[in-house]
């Protein structure tokens, strides 16, 4: 099992780490956390109704690693043919992004959150043993997975890929390139993700 999931009977997945990979998923996981932000209810306000009302931001962030979590649903108006239709998929964006955007930050955050949780557990039950299995129920796989995704577009962004080309290219760098550990991250969580989706696959 060492490095891929695998399916648990009646549901779920499990994968052994060891405390290396735990601390590593761990700190990019709060590095997401951060990157996020808190929620509208975790700014001010005491009014259950409030963030249910609450609207979003209606431009993109200005982080290129958030617009990549958060892309406009309409396009990119840059590539628009015509300054009119450019126009209107930027107001079509503005406007889903308003009421939309909250929701998806809430989402991520609460995937991310799971990933935490679920391997501070871990390392509680396992205190004084090198590495443990982590067993995931199907709910905690499917946030996993989602975390997954969002650490892995979040350091794409970083690394600048944007497509297959640019990665082919990440096995190529030298050991001395200063991107390499993070290039060593996307790789392995890509691994981690794509066996965590065989697993939960019928």
């Known amino acids: 099992m060492p490095g891929q999931f695998e399916p648990l009977p009646g549901g779920g997945a499990a994968v052994a780490l060891d405390d290396v990979e735990i601390s590593i998923i761990r700190s990019l996981a709060v590095q997401l956390l951060e990157l996020i932000g808190p929620g509208p ?10 963030e249910l009302f609450a609207e979003g931001p209606s431009e993109p962030p200005s982080d290129p690693v958030l617009r990549r979590l ?3 649903a309409y396009g990119d ?3 628009a043919p015509q300054a009119q239709e450019a126009e209107e ?6 406007e ?3 009421y939309t955007e909250n929701d998806l930050r809430a989402g991520k955050r609460e995937n991310a959150l799971a990933v935490v949780r679920t391997l501070d557990a871990l390392s509680s039950a396992s205190a004084g043993e090198e590495g443990a299995v982590l067993k995931l129920s199907p709910q905690e796989s499917q946030q996993w997975l989602r975390a997954l995704n ?4 979040a350091i794409g962004s970083r690394l600048e890929i944007a497509d297959e080309d ?3 290219l990440l096995y190529r760098l030298p050991d001395e390139d200063p991107r390499k ?19 939960l696959m019928p």
């Not at 969002?150 to 577009?153: E, I, T, W």
């Not at 993070?182 to 965590?196: H, I």
């Open 181 to 199: 550990p993070m290039v060593m991250a996307y790789l392995w969580l890509g691994g981690l993700q794509e066996s965590l989706v065989a697993t």
């Open 70 to 72: 958060f892309p406009d």
């Open 41 to 50: 209810a975790e700014d001010a306000s005491d009014d259950p109704l409030a």
């Open 150 to 153: 969002d650490l892995r577009l």
């Open 77 to 79: 108006p840059e590539g």
């Open 96 to 98: 889903f992004r308003r």
């Open 89 to 94: 998929q930027r107001a079509h964006s503005a």
């Open 166 to 168: 640019d990665t082919d």
